[in-house]
Nanobody, 127 residues
Framework: QVQLVESGGGLVQAGGSLRLSCAAS????????MGWFRQAPGKEREFVAA????????YYADSVKGRFTISRDNAKNTVYLQLNSLKPEDTAVYYC????????????????????WGQGTQVTVSS
């Protein structure tokens, strides 16, 4: 069982930056692919970014490509999401998710492919 705890959310002005962290429990973190999803009020949860279990592949939603960067530190059991050039439309609750293995886009960009979820962290971008 993997437990995930997100942190790093907050209130930031448009154009600003944040770094989200997701700390995972367990000794097999390096075997898990990790994803970030977000959900804005009144909207469905949507894919943001993912990184394969090996770290060799990363995927991004078109809406965040070039602005957000996902990375992982297996020694710290942590995955990060660097958010730059933030826009008001990035306002949402951001969720970290984990699944065992997986390295293809078709697997890592779908929420129902992930077995473990964190509680979410709020990101609010003011205009």
């Amino acid at each position: 069982q993997v437990q995930l705890v997100e942190s790093g959310g907050g209130l930031v002005q448009a154009g600003g930056s944040l770094r989200l962290s997701c700390a995972a429990s367990g000794r097999t973190f390096s075997s898990y692919a990790m994803g970030w999803f977000r959900q804005a009020p009144g909207k469905e949860r949507e894919f943001v970014a993912a990184i394969s279990w090996s770290g060799g592949s990363t995927y991004y939603a078109d809406s965040v490509k070039g602005r957000f960067t996902i990375s992982r530190d297996n020694a710290k059991n942590t995955v990060y999401l660097q958010l730059n050039s933030l826009k008001p439309e990035d306002t949402a609750v951001y969720y970290c998710a984990a699944r065992l293995l997986g390295d293809t886009r078709v697997v890592l960009t779908w929420a129902n492919k992930y077995a473990h979820w964190g509680q979410g962290t709020q990101v609010t971008v003011s205009s």
